[in-house]
Structures are given as C-alpha cells and as structure tokens.
C-alpha cells in the first residue's frame, strides 16, 4: 500500500482561566503556545509498524500481520470519529499489556497511536507498514497540552497518510495548513487520542493544538478571539510531575461528593472566565488601562483559590504564587494543576529588572521558568526544510 510521508507539528497550550471547569460544561479562555510538538511519518517496507516516542522513552515495533488481527470481522464497522469503540480500546490493551484502568500514561501514549491507526487505515481494508517518529519542546505531563499536541500530530499525520485528507506541500511551500473541513477531522480524531490518554477530556486542549490562538471553549463550541490585547505571560514548570487522567478523576469524585459545595465554585469559575473575556475585549477597544490589568490580577488570584478548594493545588504551586506576589506579581496553575506549570502576568510597566529578578528567584526554587510568546499557528504541515534544526536531528536517529 503506498502511503505519503509526512511532517507534522501542533502547539501547546495554556489555558487563562476554567481548566477543570471546562470539563463540566463551563467555559474556558485558552491560548497557543510558541512551543511545538513535531511528528515524522516515514512510509517502510518492513512490514513493521514502528513508533519512536524518545521524550518518553519509548520505542515500540509490531508485525502488521499482529495488528492486522486486531481488526474486527469482515463487516464490522470500524473508524468511527464520534465515539470510541470500547472493543477496539480493550483489544488494544491487551496487545500492550496494560490493565483498564491503569495510570501509566506512557502506556496510554501508545494506545492513542494504534486506536488511531487502526481506525483510519481500517476502511482500506490494508495496514501500510510505518514508522512514526514523535519529538517535542513541550514539557511531557506538565500542564502545557503535551498529550493533545501529540494527540493532534498524530491524527493529522495519519490521516494524511491514509489520503484522507490531503497532503498539503507543493515543492516550494514550506509550511501549510488545511482548510476548515480537514480541521475539524482532525480535531475530532484528536479528541479519540485525547479521551485514551485522559479519560474523560474536554476538547479544550485539542481544540487549542488543532486551531491555535486564542479561544474560547464552551461544551464543544469554539470561538477564536480576534480582540485579545497582547498578554506578557511567564510560564513556570514546577517539575512536579501529575497525570491529568488522575486530576480530573479526582474533580469528579469531589463533585460526586459535596456536589452543593463544589457545583457553586465551578459555576464561579465559569464566571472568571466570562469576566476575563470582557475585560480582554474592552482592553482591545480601548486603550488598556491600569484597572485592567487590576482586574485579570484578582481574577488570577480567585481562580487560584478555586483551584485549590478542588484539590488540584499543590505546595510547589503556592510558593510560585507567594514568590512572584513578593515582586508584585499574580500566578495561577494552568492546565490540570496538581503540580505541573504555572501562569504569571507581567503587566506592561513590570520593568525588566524585576522579570529578571522574579525568573531567578523561581529558578532558585528549582523550577523552569521563561517568558513566552502566545497565539501560535496550530496544526502545520512542513517541508523537511521548514522543521527546526533540533527536530531533524532527533528524527534522523530513526
Ligand atoms: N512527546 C510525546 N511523546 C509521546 N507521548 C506524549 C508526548 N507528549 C505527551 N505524551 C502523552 O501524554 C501524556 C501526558 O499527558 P497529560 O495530559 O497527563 O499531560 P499534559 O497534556 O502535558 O498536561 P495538561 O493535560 O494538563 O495540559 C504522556 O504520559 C504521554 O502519554
Ligand atoms: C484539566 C483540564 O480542564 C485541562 C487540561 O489542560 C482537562 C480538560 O479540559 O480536558
Ligand atoms: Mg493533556
């Protein structure tokens, strides 16, 4: 079976306010982040299926005559986009090894490439031999979407590969993007991926991946925002390490029992949110202003004490937060919390000296810590021309 070969890349993401909240119908303010994922697909003649997934140790190969058993009975449908078929998913877990219910993640990873394989490759009635090669600059299970950056290199590439959707790059366009249609394929096998890793995700952080810039996610519907001032955001990674999966379980289970004390705090959150997006559109319409900035820094703190009260806060979260208000600077978790990264708006006085002084003060703690850039392009196609240096040199070991 010929296929076409590919390169990939999807971005990471922070989310402003409403991360676990979003998981409830609620809504929640997203951004891009200038950090990627890259994926390489190589057509073989192996008769192999290979995945190189180096950020997590982890390289795997299976005969396509294996896989191929996998499939279910002539007849039997398979690849469909809206739901996971739960047969397939238990297959697959034997095949790997791992228990329903487990909290490997890395495991998860590997679920996610062959669900989404199998799925789109099942309708040709044959399975190509592959390698699949997966490199990022995001921090792995830290808050930053990593399992939805990759989740989203994945499903783009593979169906690309299947022909799908097409294949983007003439000779001389370096990088290129789909239309809206190929998008939202895209998104929606992305979702597969997410809900194998996570367990029960929100779209969110796909959505960000797929799309890119900033969005607001409300129970499936996504609505970029086009007036958004430009934000100065640092990004701390407490190198804590948490699983989502086990966060958002953990929400359920407080929601499961005190559901009249934590309804109302995810209700606020969901407020925070719609706050936040006013006072963004009024600083595009005016000119921003001091209050406004007062304003997104109390709503940074309430939503950190919203965090906290759904036990997704950790020590290592609240000194970054008592260690930037020290320079006068707000944080808050984003992503699932628990531990992972954190947000801290710079307001466009915070002198350079003390966005200095505030990066090594948390690098004294032993965190990462850099500024960034937000409202990256999602989902891209890229000429091996156009694929950073660092991203060829890993693939050209495979
Ligand atoms: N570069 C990668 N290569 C392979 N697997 C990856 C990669 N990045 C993420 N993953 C998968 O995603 C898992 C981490 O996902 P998790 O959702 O826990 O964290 P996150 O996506 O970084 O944070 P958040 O969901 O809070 O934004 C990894 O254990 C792995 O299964
Ligand atoms: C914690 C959560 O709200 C955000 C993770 O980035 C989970 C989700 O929305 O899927
Ligand atoms: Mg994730």
Sequence with gaps: MHIKECIMSAPGKAILHGEHAVVHGNVALAVSLNLRTYLQLQATSTSKVCINLPNINTFLSWDVTELKQ???????????????????????????????????????????????????????????????????ELPTGAGLGSSAAYSVCLAAALLSASGTIPSLLSDQESTARWGEVEMELINRWAFQGERIIHGNP???????????GILRYHSGKITPLSRVPMLRILLTNTKVPRSTKVLVAGVKDKMNKFPSIINPVLESVN????????????????????????????????NQHHLNVMGVGHP???????????????????????????????RPETECSVVQDTIQDLRDCGYDCWETSIGAEGVQQHSPLAVKEEALEVFARY
């Design 271 to 302: 407020a925070v949110s719609c706050t936040c997006e006013q006072t963004l559109s009024e600083m595009t319409s005016d000119t921003p202003t001091p209050e406004h900035y007062n304003i997104l820094e109390e709503l940074i703190d309430i």
């Design 70 to 136: 996998l499939l279910p009975d002539s007849g039997a449908e398979l690849g469909n986009v809206n739901e996971l078929d739960a047969e397939l998913v238990r297959r697959l877990r034997d095949l790997v090894g791992v228990s329903n219910g487990t909290l490997d993640t890395r495991s998860m990873a590997i679920l996610a490439f062959l669900y989404i394989y199998l799925s789109v490759f099942a309708g040709s009635g044959e399975l190509p031999s592959l390698t699949v090669s997966v490199w990022s």
């Design 202 to 212: 929100s779209g969110v952080d796909n959505a960000v991946g797929t799309w890119g």
């Design 316 to 346: 290592a979260l609240d000194t970054l937060c008592r260690v930037t208000l020290a320079r006068g600077l707000h944080s808050k978790l984003t992503g699932a919390g628990g531990g992972g990264c954190g947000i801290t708006l710079l």
